[in-house]
């Protein structure tokens, strides 16, 4: 069990008007401005060291963020479905990780449970907090905030919350707008992608990024789905996959078209050699992404460490070596998409994610679920 562990805790009180200010010293010796986030500070620790590792912005990290949109989007605005980022997709494992949309997130169940299980937190707050702190192993983020203070649910969502890459836009945009997201932040939440890749859509091979620069978050995602697909980086035809412009690149049908519908096209190449827009809509995004169905949460940004900075070779995007722009597919109507100088050297293959150790477990993808209580974890 942890103790809530500070020190010494200097409160300015609100006498005329004046705010109040409190800080507390945590017994680990971080000040932060309420009392009860020193809680989160021993957990930090272990994650950082014995969870991700030497996982900087790799498979682990990719993992973490993915669940913590899984379970944070079994929430509506309109129905009674579920208290959103409630921890459910792993309280019900048994019932959840049986949809299809969660195929893979047996990984992020492998990676946390254990970690879960040591630590006095809600399953809910854990999911979160460990992607938020996933985000902070990969250059370009923005320092994400951090609220506590989740009640962990009761019941699982229902099936189809979570899109699937084989769905239209406007099927997504209807799922995400019940949630609370509009398409800006939809569009603003798949900067994600530039941190990520597919270990299930092509069955014959794992860790197929998504872009050229996996590991950074950066802008290269919204340039290269932009490009004219020309090749299966694996097998062809598989459900939610399109063409990609590079070998060793998977593109999701769902990206492909967020990229081209009149809906989202300005928005998405509104990403292209903006790193700051991208960045901050996807920091604002992602806070709200995060508490979606909880309330009464408690501010604990100030534990969350500071990211990397972006490398100055990642701060411009390029046309990937050999590409230009007439292999550009442009599709906002309004604005042309930039000129870009490309990479030189070779043609690239992009490597695979190496997956991560701690990915693999008990919880497989056998489409039977896997449940939190078992002692397997
Ligand atoms: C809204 C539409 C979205 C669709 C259709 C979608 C679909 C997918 C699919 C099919 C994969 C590959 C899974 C696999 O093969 O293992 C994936 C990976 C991933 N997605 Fe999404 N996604 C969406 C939005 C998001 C959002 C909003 C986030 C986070 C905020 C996110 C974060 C990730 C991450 C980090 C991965 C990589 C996971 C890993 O490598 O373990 N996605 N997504």
């Known amino acids: 069990m942890l103790s809530i562990g500070f020190l010494l805790l200097a409160a300015t009180a609100s006498v005329y008007g004046v705010a109040v200010d409190r800080r507390a010293t945590c017994a680990t ?10 809680a989160l500070f021993p957990v930090l620790e272990d994650i950082q060291e014995n969870m991700f590792e030497d996982d900087s912005c790799g498979d682990a990290a990719h993992a973490a963020l993915r669940v913590a949109f899984h379970d944070a989007i079994g929430w509506s605005d309109n129905r009674d479905i579920g208290t959103g980022a409630d921890g459910s997709i792993f309280i019900f494992g048994e019932t959840e990780l049986t949809y299809d949309a969660n195929l ?6 492998n990676l946390e449970v254990p970690f879960i299980k040591k630590h006095n937190i809600s399953v ?3 999911i979160q907090f460990a992607a938020t702190v996933s985000l902070t192993r990969c250059p370009g983020i923005l320092q994400p905030p951090f609220m506590m203070g989740r009640i962990d649910a009761k019941a699982p969502a229902p099936e189809g919350t979570v899109p699937e890459p084989f769905q239209s836009v406007q099927t997504i945009l209807a799922r995400m707008a019940d949630a609370g997201l509009s398409a800006a932040e939809t569009v603003a939440l798949l900067a994600s992608h530039s941190i990520a890749g597919a270990d299930n859509v092509d069955p014959t091979r794992e860790g197929f990024p998504f872009d050229s620069t996996p590991s950074v978050f950066d802008t290269q995602f919204f340039v290269e789905t932009q490009l004219r697909g020309t090749l299966f980086p694996g097998s062809s035809g598989n459900q939610g996959e399109v063409m990609s412009p590079i070998a060793g690149e998977i593109r999701l049908q769902s990206d492909h078209l967020f990229a081209r519908d009149t809906a989202t096209n300005c928005l998405w190449q509104a990403n292209v050699n903006n790193q700051a827009h991208m960045a901050q809509s996807f920091q604002s995004a992602f806070a709200k992404m995060s508490v979606l169905g909880q309330f009464n949460l408690i501010d604990c940004s100030d534990v969350i460490p500071t990211p990397p900075p972006l490398p100055a070779a990642n701060a411009r995007s390029v046309f990937p070596p050999g590409i230009a722009h007439s292999n550009v597919e442009q599709a906002c109507a ?3 998409f930039p000129n870009l100088p490309t990479a030189p050297g070779a043609a690239l293959t992009v490597p695979q994610i190496i997956q991560a150790e701690g990915t693999e477990g008990a919880c497989d993808d056998d489409g039977d679920g896997c449940a939190i209580s078992s002692p397997n974890f």
Do not use: I, M
């Open 104 to 109: 893979g997130v047996a990984d992020a169940f």
């Open 29 to 38: 010796g971080q000040t932060v401005k309420n009392a009860a986030c020193c």
């Open 124 to 126: 809910a707050d854990f």
């Open 334 to 336: 309004t604005t042309a």
